[in-house]
């Protein structure tokens, strides 16, 4: 399994590839907005430095395994827009987790569910796995909407399993096997069949 290769994915308006260490600016511009990192794991970035490590995070990735991350970018100007990962391959059990955050400039207008379509289908077909998961925040409507719609189920809700500033937040736990992908897959094409 060549679970971190960052291969370059496309779509109609997106374009998903590997960090460059001159994508840094871009990406404190999004980590640094309040509104980006109300349901994150951490607080706002306050020093260019932290956009530096992420992306140093991912280059060393690339090479060593165990994470893969991707640059997620506008087709038409190649534009920084947002991030999306795989990690946490759990290689004989197939599955891995999944992370997400776009610019706020850029919520509402489809996105995110163009670049998850992307990434989740490479790590069915390309990667092999059988499970993504996805931890959020309960009270994060954008995330849950939207990992329902590529097909996730809840599966879980552990309480204050992170503390962020100060403060205690909850985990929804939701996953996706490949059997729900394909179903979904199944369905979509043959509701495009009927008209
Ligand atoms: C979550 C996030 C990635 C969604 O990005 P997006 O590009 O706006 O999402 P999309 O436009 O693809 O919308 C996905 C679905 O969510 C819905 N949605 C978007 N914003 C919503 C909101 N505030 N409340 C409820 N539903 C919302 C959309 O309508 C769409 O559903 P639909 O297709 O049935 O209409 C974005 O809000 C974000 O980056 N948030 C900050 C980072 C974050 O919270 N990441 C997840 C942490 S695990």
């Known amino acids: 399994m060549s679970a971190t290769l960052p291969d370059v994915l496309s779509t109609r308006r997106l374009v998903l590839r590997p960090f460059h260490r001159d994508d840094a600016t871009a ?10 990192v109300r349901f994150w794991s951490a607080g706002a970035w306050t020093e260019i430095g932290q956009a530096e490590r992420m992306i140093e995070e991912a280059m060393l990735a690339y090479r060593g395994g165990g994470l893969s991350r991707y640059a997620i970018t506008l087709r038409a100007t190649g534009e920084l827009i947002g991030i999306c990962n795989l990690r946490g391959f759990f290689e004989q059990n197939r599955r891995c987790e999944l992370g997400y955050a776009l610019g706020s400039a850029y919520w509402g207008r489809g996105y995110a569910g163009e670049a998850l379509e992307a990434l989740l289908g490479h790590a069915f077909e390309a990667l092999g796995m059988n499970r993504i998961e996805a931890d959020i925040d309960p009270r994060n409507d ?8 590529l097909g996730f189920r809840q599966e879980g809700f552990m309480p204050e399993r992170w503390i962020v500033d100060g403060e205690k937040a909850d985990t929804a ?16 094409s043959s509701l495009a069949a009927a008209g």
Do not use: M, N, P, T
């Open 27 to 36: 990406l404190f511009g999004i980590f640094s907005d309040q509104q980006v």
């Open 142 to 149: 954008a995330s849950a909407r939207l990992l329902e719609r």
């Open 173 to 188: 736990f939701y996953g996706l096997l490949k059997r729900y992908w394909d179903e979904r897959a199944l369905a979509r």
